[in-house]
Nanobody, 125 residues
Framework: QVQLVQSGGGSVQAGGSLRLSCTTNKLTLSNFCLAWFRQAPQKEREVVARLSSEGTETYADSVKDRFTISRDNSKNILILEMNSLKVDDAAMYYC???????????????????WGQGTQVTVFS
């Protein structure tokens, strides 16, 4: 059973920054499509950022130029750096792995079979 373990997150004032991390000892993350999703109350889960094995980054329009997805291959960690946070960014954030793809990473959560436990991000004005 593949478990993704998340850390980071918390509460921050609007305009502030947070960093989320995700790791596992069951997979080499650099071999697969990786993504961060989020889900706010009464809203559907949405993809925030995707990262392919070769390093192609894709972002939702709502977070472009504010969030950065990256990978530390030496530590097998997936990272989401979130800057200029807005109240609308508040949600539960999840890391995810699509073990069937390494490129052309999809936006549909159904393709991602392994998930982190979720980390709450709260942004107050």
């Amino acid at each position: 059973q593949v478990q993704l373990v998340q850390s980071g997150g918390g509460s921050v004032q609007a305009g502030g920054s947070l960093r989320l991390s995700c790791t596992t000892n069951k997979l080499t993350l650099s071999n697969f499509c990786l993504a961060w999703f989020r889900q706010a109350p009464q809203k559907e889960r949405e993809v925030v950022a995707r990262l392919s094995s070769e390093g192609t980054e894709t972002y939702a329009d709502s977070v472009k130029d504010r969030f950065t997805i990256s990978r530390d291959n030496s530590k097998n960690i997936l990272i989401l750096e979130m800057n200029s946070l807005k109240v609308d960014d508040a949600a539960m954030y999840y890391c995810a792995v699509d073990p069937d793809r390494s490129a052309q990473c999809g936006y549909w959560d159904g393709w991602y079979k392994f998930w982190g436990q979720g980390t709450q991000v709260t942004v107050f004005s």
